[in-house]
């Protein structure tokens, strides 16, 4: 029986090894968390660094768009003449539903590209509450060229992506949207002003009361 007993392992060694084990485990997930936070840091730094000159290039092709009859297209223009292109004549409803803007917007948006000649409204016979829209067969070679100039750089860009990578990416993109024009309040104060020039930072204020 003594001899059995010398056999067995002690409960000491057992118990060193599991809090060997969780002191292992722990380190790992610490280590991990580091490393999170680290990319997390990279991305940011990289993101902050990107939007400055994304902010120039959309500026800069913006001040290069063709002006028609007078008229300013933006890139919602752009899109409802794409969604146009593509599907042919769509209602005002449709192209709202499919742009994810509200009627009153897609109206004013419609009534610009018909201003400048590119498109043409008309009532639905089978109802005449509904406003069909449709691109103008003269001006598909025009339109084209535009939509290139215009959408070229981001039809590239998502030709570069899986179908994985473009969901993820236009849902930052999304994210990103909804951050910059979230509602005033959530601005710091210094940032609610009209004129950059009578922007006070806290900073400037701490200086001031020294």
Same mark, same amino acid.
């Given at each position: 029986m003594k001899g059995a007993r010398r056999d067995m392992p002690p409960k000491e060694s057992a118990q060193g090894s599991d809090l060997s084990a969780h002191a292992s485990s722990g380190s790992d997930c610490k280590h991990q968390s580091t490393q999170q &936070?680290? $990319?997390f840091a990279t991305c940011l730094k990289s993101l902050i660094q990107l939007l400055p000159s994304l902010a120039r290039g959309l500026r800069r092709r913006r001040g290069s768009e063709l002006p028609f009859d007078g008229a300013d297209l933006g890139p919602r223009h752009g899109a409802t003449l794409s969604l146009l292109r593509n599907n042919g004549q769509m209602t005002v409803g449709q192209l709202a539903q499919s742009l994810e803007l509200t009627l009153g917007t897609v109206s004013g948006i419609v009534a610009d590209i018909e201003k400048a000649g590119l498109a043409e409204r008309s009532a &639905?016979? $089978?109802d005449r509450r509904r406003i069909i829209v449709t691109l103008r067969q003269d001006q598909k070679v025009t339109v084209d060229t535009w939509l290139k100039d215009a959408t070229g750089p981001m039809e590239r860009t998502l030709e570069r992506l899986t179908p994985i990578e473009r969901e993820s990416f236009l849902k930052g993109i999304k994210f990103l949207e909804a951050e910059l024009n979230s509602p005033d309040s959530d601005r710091p104060a210094w940032a609610n002003t009209g004129r950059r020039r009578s922007a006070r930072r806290p900073?400037?204020?701490?200086?001031?009361t020294k």
């Open positions: &936070d680290e $990319s &639905d016979p $089978s900073s400037d204020v701490m200086h001031e």
